[in-house]
């Protein structure tokens, strides 16, 4: 069975080059093909020599810290919300006053912490703006 005709036939790839390079060269495009959106060697290089688009990515090792805090903050606040929701449960089971009042100051308890930790992440988000807006 033939293979399908491309729809595209000035895209096909019909002509073969075939070259060589020292170990430093290749290592150099090993390394910038690690980087890029290329998936070969032999892709960047038709890239490079029919100058298409090469898109590199970076990444900022300096947000590590920050991006490990906004991941711990999401972390507790969802099990502050679970607390929440759990005490409410409670609230809502209770039978006397004396329960109601117990829960209800519980879920108070939890909210300040919800108060800390938002105010965590606007201290973070004014540090991440500063570093982003220093242009």
């Known amino acids: 069975m033939a293979r399908r005709k491309s729809p595209y036939p000035e895209q096909l790839l019909t002509r073969h080059i ?3 390079v020292t170990e ?3 290592q150099r495009l090993d390394e910038l093909r690690g980087k ?3 998936q070969t060697i032999g892709e960047l290089a ?3 020599l029919s100058k298409d688009k090469i898109t590199l990515f970076h990444k900022d090792a300096s947000l590590d810290g920050p991006m490990e805090e906004l991941t711990s903050i999401r972390k507790e606040l969802k099990a502050i919300g679970t607390n929440i929701n759990q005490i409410t449960h409670s609230f809502h ?3 006397t006053d004396t329960k109601k009042n117990f829960q209800a100051l ?4 939890e909210y300040k912490k ?4 938002v105010d965590k992440l ?3 988000i004014t540090q991440l703006s500063r570093k982003w807006l220093q242009k």
Do not use: H, M, N, P
């Open 18 to 20: 075939q070259t060589k």
């Open 24 to 26: 430093e060269v290749y």
């Open 36 to 38: 890029s959106d290329c």
């Open 46 to 48: 038709r890239r490079i």
């Open 93 to 95: 089971l209770a039978t």
């Open 106 to 109: 519980r879920i108070v308890e």
């Open 114 to 117: 919800v108060g800390l930790r």
């Open 122 to 124: 606007f201290e973070l």
